[in-house]
Nanobody, 119 residues
Framework: QVQLVESGGGLVQPGGSLRLSCVTS????????MYWVRQARGKGLEWISS????????RYADFAKGRFTVSRDNAKNTVYLQMNSLNDEDTAVYFCANQIESVDIQGYWGQGTQVTVSS
């Protein structure tokens, strides 16, 4: 069965950094696009970043450019999100997913990890 488990969230001060991890199993990870999405309290889902299997096609939302870096380790079936220069608008639950672009293909999401940026 497909599983995605995020970790690495927590409480950080403005300007701080966090590194999120998403460990996956149950599907062929190495040739699969992976995605990071977040949801702030009372808000909708907000796409953060996408990375293809070979890490040679990477995309970021405008708010993430220059601050966030997505990467992956196919040997570990794991995708990462390095977040720097965090501010209070980054407070959200952060999810990884293996498919978000097609309504006809089942996508799987993790349970999410909470990131809180506060002084």
């Amino acid at each position: 069965q497909v599983q995605l488990v995020e970790s690495g969230g927590g409480l950080v001060q403005p300007g701080g950094s966090l590194r999120l991890s998403c460990v996956t199993s149950g599907f062929t990870f190495s040739n699969n696009w992976m995605y990071w999405v977040r949801q702030a309290r009372g808000k909708g889902l907000e796409w953060i970043s996408s990375i293809n299997g070979g890490s040679d096609n990477i995309r970021y939302a405008d708010f993430a450019k220059g601050r966030f870096t997505v990467s992956r380790d196919n040997a570990k079936n794991t995708v990462y999100l390095q977040m720097n220069s965090l501010n209070d608008e980054d407070t959200a639950v952060y999810f990884c997913a293996n498919q978000i672009e097609s309504v006809d293909i089942q996508g799987y999401w993790g349970q999410g990890t909470q990131v809180t940026v506060s002084s």
